[in-house]
C-alpha cells in the first residue's frame, strides 16, 4: 500500500520552519494533496489528516494504533508527569482522579467567583476605555484559573503569572536548551514555576491556607488503589491545569470578541436574548442553559477559531486510512481547523453563522471536535465552557465595543490562535436600553 502523497522536506529539519512560521501551512498542502499528505517535521515524518473520517479513526483509536504525543519541546516543559504524557491505563487512572475538580456539582460552586473576577475586569476595562484585549484577556483567565484551581487572588500579578507568559512561549519551539533561545527561556520558568507551585501545595498540605478549589479535589484525591497524588506529581498536573485551563480560554474570548464587534446583527441578537433575564441577579446555571442562541454563538466561534488546532499522535501500530499506508513509528497530526473549515461539513466555511448550531441543524459529532474527542478529550471542557458563555452574557449585558482602525486580525496560530496587534477595541458601558 502506498504512502500518502506529500514531501518530507530537508533532512532533519523537514518542513519544521514551514509549519512554525506558516499559519496557512497545513491548508495550503490539503489543497495541493487533498484530505491527507505526508511531511516531516520535529524530525519526525507526519500525516496530516483532516475530516470526520480522520477525526473518528484518530479519536477513537488511542491506544490501538496511537498514543498521545508532543513535540519534545512541550514533553520537556509540562514535565514527566503530566496527565498529558501518561497514556494506556495509568492515563485511564489519572484522569478518573483529576476529574473530581470537573465535575458538573463541583462547577457550581465555581459560579459565584467566576463572577466576581469577571465583574472586577470589566470595570477595569470600562476605565481604560480603550485597550489591547488579548494581553488583558490573559490575565482575566489567569486570575480565574489561579482562584478556581489553586486558589490564589489575582495570579496574573503574581510571580506565577509573571513565569508563565515565558513558559508558555516556548511550548512549541525547536527544544535547543541555551540561555537565550525561547524554548531554554521557558526550561528555566518551569523550574520557577515548580518552585512557586510547591510553595503552594505545601501550605495547602500543611493546612495553613484552605480553600475549595481544584488543588484541594486534587489533594485528597484517590486513584482506584486508594493511592493519592505525590508533591512531584501535583507539581506537574497543577501546572498543566493552569495552562490548559487559561490560554486556550484566552483565544476564545478574544474571538468571540473579535467576531461579535465584525457581526452587529449577531450581537442584537444575542443582546435581545440576554434582555429576558433579570439583569441585577447574579447569574446562575440554570439561567445560562436558558441562552441557547448565545450558546450557538460560543459553539460557531470554536468552529470558526478552534484554539487548538490540532492534535499529535504517535502511531504504535501500523494502520491503514483513506487507502494509504501509516507506518508504525510516524507522527500524526489530526487537523480540528481543517476539519471545522471542511465545505462539506459546513458550507461557506469562512462565514460566521452561529445558525449552523441550531437545533435543526447540529453537526455530527465527530465534525465539531474544538475540545477533542475520545479517551483523551478535553478535561476541563464543562468548566471552558461555563467560564465563556458567563463572561459572554455579562459582557453584552453591559458593555459594547468597537475595533479601532489599523490593526492587523490577521491569526497568529501558535500556541493559540489570536490575532497578530491583539484586538485593539474602544470599549464603554452600553447605552442600549435594557
Ligand atoms: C476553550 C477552551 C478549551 C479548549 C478549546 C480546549 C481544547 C482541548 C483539546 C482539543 C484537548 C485534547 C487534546 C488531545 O486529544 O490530545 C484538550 C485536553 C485537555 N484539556 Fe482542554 N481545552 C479548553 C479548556 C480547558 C480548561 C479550562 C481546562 C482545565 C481547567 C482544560 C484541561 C485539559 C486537560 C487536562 C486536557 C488533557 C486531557 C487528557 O490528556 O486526558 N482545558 N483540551
Not at 487572588?153 to 508563565?164: D, P
Request: glycine share 8%; aromatic share 10%; with cysteine.
Amino acid at each position: 500500500m502506498a504512502l500518502p502523497p506529500g514531501s518530507l522536506g530537508l533532512p532533519l529539519i523537514g518542513d519544521t520552519l514551514n509549519f512554525l512560521q506558516d499559519s496557512q501551512f497545513a491548508k495550503k498542502r490539503h489543497q495541493q494533496y487533498g484530505p491527507i499528505f505526508k511531511t516531516s517535521i520535529f524530525g519526525q515524518p507526519t500525516v496530516f489528516m483532516r475530516g470526520e473520517e480522520a477525526s473518528l479513526f484518530v479519536l477513537t483509536n488511542d491506544n490501538q494504533y496511537f498514543v498521545a504525543s508532543f513535540p519534545a519541546s512541550m514533553k520537556a516543559l509540562l514535565g514527566p508527569l503530566s496527565l498529558s504524557l501518561q497514556t494506556g491505563a495509568n492515563h485511564i487512572n489519572r484522569r478518573k482522579l483529576m476529574y473530581q475538580a470537573f465535575q458538573p456539582r463541583v462547577l457550581v460552586g465555581y459560579i459565584g467567583a467566576m463572577e466576581n473576577i469577571t465583574q472586577r475586569y470589566l470595570e477595569k476595562w470600562e476605565k481604560m476605555e480603550t485597550l489591547t484585549w488579548y494581553p488583558e484577556l490573559k490575565n482575566y483567565t489567569f486570575d480565574v484559573a489561579g482562584k478556581l484551581l489553586v486558589g490564589i487572588e489575582n495570579g496574573s500579578e503574581t510571580a506565577l503569572g509573571h513565569y508563565f507568559e515565558t513558559w508558555c512561549n516556548g511550548l512549541v519551539s525547536i527544544s535547543l536548551d541555551l540561555p537565550w533561545t525561547k524554548f531554554g527561556q521557558a526550561k528555566n520558568s518551569r523550574k520557577l514555576l515548580l518552585a512557586e507551585l510547591e510553595k503552594i501545595i505545601r501550605a495547602r498540605q500543611e493546612g495553613t491556607l484552605s480553600g475549595k478549589d481544584a488543588l484541594s479535589l486534587l489533594i485528597s484525591g484517590r486513584d482506584d488503589e486508594g493511592n493519592s497524588l505525590s508533591l512531584e506529581e501535583l507539581k506537574d498536573q497543577v501546572l498543566l491545569l493552569l495552562f490548559a485551563g487559561h490560554e486556550t480560554l484566552t483565544s476564545g474570548l478574544t474571538s468571540f470578541c473579535l467576531l461579535l464587534a465584525q457581526n452587529p446583527d449577531v450581537m442584537a441578537k444575542v443582546r435581545a436574548e440576554q434582555q429576558q433575564f433579570p439583569a441585577t441577579e447574579p447569574l446562575t446555571l440554570e439561567q445560562l442553559k436558558q441562552m441557547t442562541y448565545l450558546e450557538q454563538v460560543l459553539r460557531e466561534v470554536l468552529r470558526l477559531v478552534p484554539p487548538v488546532r490540532g492534535i499529535f499522535r504517535k502511531v504504535i501500530n501500523a494502520c491503514e486510512f483513506g487507502g494509504y499506508e501509516i507506518p508504525k513509528g510516524w507522527m500524526v497530526a489530526f487537523g480540528i481547523n481543517q476539519t471545522h473549515q471542511d465545505s462539506q461539513l459546513y458550507p461557506e466555511p469562512e462565514r460566521f453563522d452561529p445558525d449552523r448550531f441550531s437545533l435543526e441543524r447540529s453537526p455530527k459529532p465527530f465534525s465539531y471536535v474544538p475540545f477533542g474527542a475520545g479517551l483523551r478529550d478535553c478535561l476541563g471542557k464543562e468548566f471552558a465552557r461555563l467560564e465563556m458563555k458567563l463572561f459572554a452574557a455579562k459582557i453584552v449585558r453591559e458593555f459594547e465595543w468597537e475595533l479601532l482602525p489599523d490593526q492587523d486580525l490577521n491569526l497568529l496560530a501558535i500556541p493559540t490562535q489570536r490575532p497578530r496587534d491583539g484586538l485593539r477595541v474602544k470599549f464603554r458601558r452600553t447605552t442600549m436600553n435594557r
